[in-house]
């Protein structure tokens, strides 16, 4: 092998309780219910196993492109755990490139958590009234919105062949269960939640909200 000759890889331990902390922070705020939940938190599931199993466990996607890249970046090695960065590998970067992709997307993560915590902790304090401000009156689901954004931040992190095909297929999941929700809230709140949704974007807010949403928020 080249570079520092060290297999980085083969942490199980690693990926267990990686994928069990994620796993615990956002079902904590996505608690499942419904069967269709359920399927949805499965995916959720499915898409950090497959991400913490390629950073920790073994780097098939490195391992696969190790046939194009090896001859335009002959110290590229694939079991070396650097090197799992793709974004450092592809831009030939170093520990600053390394630094800002991790500040990046912890910042993310930590901010994405955040989103899904607002909103879990209104929508349980709301007593099964319909919520329409503070941070729903951005968005209309911003716990899909926070996982939405952590799932992004670990695709800066770490990105793999597996991820990013799974990432869109998580993204239509919920977007399916968002909508399925939303049917149900209208048959309770009828045109209140109607009119909620003509001014509210379902996941990433307006760059300028209307006189109508902001009033709603204060």
């Not at 796993?23 to 069967?35: A, G, M």
């Not at 898409?47 to 590229?76: N, S």
């Amino acid at each position: 092998m080249h570079g520092e000759g060290i297999f980085a890889y083969g942490l199980w331990s690693l990926v267990v309780i990686n994928v069990a902390l994620f796993v615990f922070f956002i079902v904590s705020f996505l608690l499942p219910f419904r069967k269709r939940e359920w399927r949805s938190m499965g995916v959720t599931v499915a898409f950090f196993t497959a991400l913490f199993t390629e950073m920790y466990g073994f780097p098939l996607t490195i391992y696969l492109l190790t046939g194009i890249l090896g001859a335009r970046y002959p110290v590229l090695d694939p079991f070396s755990h650097a090197h799992g960065h793709l974004w450092v590998v592809l831009f030939g970067g170093g520990a600053t490139m390394l630094n800002i992709i991790h500040l990046v997307s912890n910042g993310l993560v930590i901010t994405g958590f955040i989103i899904m915590w607002r909103g879990w902790k209104m929508i349980h304090s709301a007593q099964d009234m319909l919520v329409t401000t503070g941070i729903y009156s951005y968005v209309r689901h911003p716990q899909y919105s926070g996982l939405f954004m952590v799932i992004t931040a670990m695709l800066i992190q770490w990105p793999s062949i597996m991820a990013l095909v799974m990432a869109p297929i998580l993204v239509i999941v919920y977007y399916r269960l968002s909508r399925k929700e939303e049917q149900d809230v209208t048959e309770k709140f009828g045109d209140e939640y109607r009119q909620y949704m003509r001014r509210t974007p379902m996941f990433v807010p307006r760059l300028r909200r209307s006189q109508e949403s902001q009033a709603s928020a204060g």
